[in-house]
């Protein structure tokens, strides 16, 4: 007899040693999992791999070639898609000038630095092609009397922050642009008198991707 409750005894030691491991192991797994589980305060769009949309508003400050002040303003829609550890996208907007309109469209790299963090400081570089919207200056219909100006090359570089909400990302940035910008105006004998108009200077820039 004395030999049976011994053997139980120890069994249910056993069994009650091996029950508190349990609980203990159980306790563990569900503060790990309630850890991991939690949501994040943000989604860190910055950080998601997916095509991305946005708009933005670039104003540029410039002198020209002929030392003239000059504010450019661009609307761009972008589209694009988020890698690694930068965006690449490409725009198509409306940009105006001196009552002017143009179409401008562009390629945009993005490199982000602490890109987890909800700040995140980047830099960035932009190229691309603009065209007057009032008519091609080489297009063989063009009849017109008024000034008109020839396609053109832009590009830009600068820096900036980035924050990050539940929903978009913001972003604000500082940076120099340059513009190729030829005037032609109608001249004696039908012949164009061009006047290069290049110009340089600030880039100012605020945007929201979605």
Do not use: C
């Amino acid at each position: 007899m004395k030999q049976f409750l011994l053997v139980i005894f120890l069994l249910s030691a056993l069994y009650t040693n091996a029950a508190n491991s349990k609980d203990k192991t159980t306790v563990e797994e569900e503060k790990t999992l309630g850890t991991d589980s939690e949501e994040p305060k943000y989604s860190l769009l910055r950080m998601q791999n997916k095509v991305i949309a946005g708009l933005e508003l670039n104003v540029n400050p410039s002198v020209t070639l002929i030392d003239e002040f000059l504010v450019r303003s661009v609307v761009n829609f972008r589209i694009g898609y988020r890698l690694n550890k930068h965006v690449l996208t490409g725009s198509l907007g409306v940009e105006f000038s001196e009552k002017l309109m143009f179409m401008p469209i562009t390629i945009d790299y993005k490199y982000y630095f602490n890109r987890e963090k909800v700040w995140a400081p980047y830099i960035y570089g932009q190229a691309g092609y603009s065209w007057h919207l009032k008519g091609n200056i080489n297009s063989r219909y063009n009849t017109s009397k008024y000034s008109q100006y020839d396609p053109g090359a832009l590009a830009s570089i600068g820096l900036g922050y980035s924050f990050t909400t539940t929903l978009n990302e913001f972003y604000f940035a500082l940076g120099y642009s340059y513009r190729n910008y030829v005037e032609a105006v109608p001249g004696p004998n039908k012949e164009m008198i061009r006047t290069d108009r290049s110009m340089n200077g600030v880039a100012i820039t605020v945007g929201v991707n979605f």
